[in-house]
T-cell receptor, first 117, second 111 residues
Framework: GAVVSQHPSRVICKSGTSVKIECRSL??????MFWYRQFPKQSLMLMATSNEGSKATYEQGVEKDKFLINHASLTLSTLTVTSAHPEDSSFYICSADVGGVSTDTQYFGPGTRLTVL | SQQGEEDPQALSIQEGENATMNCSYK?????LQWYRQNSGRGLVHLIL?????REKHSGRLRVTLDTSKKSSSLLITASRAADTASYFCASVNQAGTALIFGKGTTLSVSS
């Protein structure tokens, strides 16, 4: 089946620094990738939809200047948390859409645990 | 806002028992999906049921969909300790571009 990887799996950083998280589709091309964040014991909240070669579409309430998304190729999307603060500590999960505009089939990465001190 | 609402929020059962989780959603859907998440891990797709289907089976999983009530249920039969996880329903947002997840049910199966 389709595999999506994320790197790093876990990161601890100091407040004010920037952190980049990579999401890769390993054995398929993903026109669309999605970024979610998940607080402890809560559900996944969609942050943005990332389309290869174009600007990401952010959900309401998500600061696009703080959460920079780049989808430079069909197999890689990156999320950069700029000037991270403790409240940005969360579990970030990406997913990739296997086919066209349909969201019938999404494959999820294993997630990245971000801790901001 | 989130599309789905699951209940119960938490469920504790013994191995061998059946577990039923319910999901309600707000808008029209083309399909509804169920996912499982082990603690601190990514999501695993379990099953997808389309709006014109009423019931679907996959192994020990049985999913029903009632579009008139905008609700779905996930039944896990003969549960095992390995079924311990959080379960989420998800449906496509109104723009048709992304999945929106419910709050999830945390299932604990003890041996």
């Amino acid at each position: 089946g389709a595999v999506v990887s994320q790197h790093p799996s876990r990161v601890i950083c100091k407040s004010g620094t920037s952190v980049k998280i990579e999401c890769r589709s390993l054995d398929f091309q993903a026109t669309t990738m999605f970024w979610y964040r998940q607080f402890p014991k809560q559900s996944l909240m969609l942050m943005a939809t990332s389309n290869e070669g174009s600007k990401a579409t952010y959900e309401q309430g998500v600061e696009k200047d703080k959460f920079l998304i780049n989808h430079a190729s069909l197999t890689l999307s990156t999320l950069t948390v700029t000037s991270a603060h403790p409240e940005d500590s969360s579990f970030y999960i990406c997913s990739a859409d296997v086919g066209g505009v349909s969201t019938d089939t999404q494959y999820f990465g294993p997630g990245t645990r971000l801790t901001v001190l | 806002s989130q599309q789905g609402e699951e209940d119960p929020q938490a469920l504790s059962i013994q191995e061998g028992e059946n577990a039923t989780m319910n999901c309600s959603y707000k808008t029209s859907i083309n399909n509804l999906q169920w996912y499982r998440q082990n603690s601190g891990r990514g999501l695993v797709h379990l099953i997808l049921i389309r709006s014109n289907e009423r019931e679907k089976h996959s192994g020990r999983l049985r999913v029903t969909l009632d579009t008139s009530k905008k609700s779905s249920s996930l039944l896990i039969t003969a549960s095992r300790a390995a079924d311990t996880a959080s379960y989420f329903c998800a449906s496509v947002n109104q723009a048709g571009t992304a999945l929106i997840f419910g709050k999830g049910t945390t299932l604990s199966v003890s041996s």
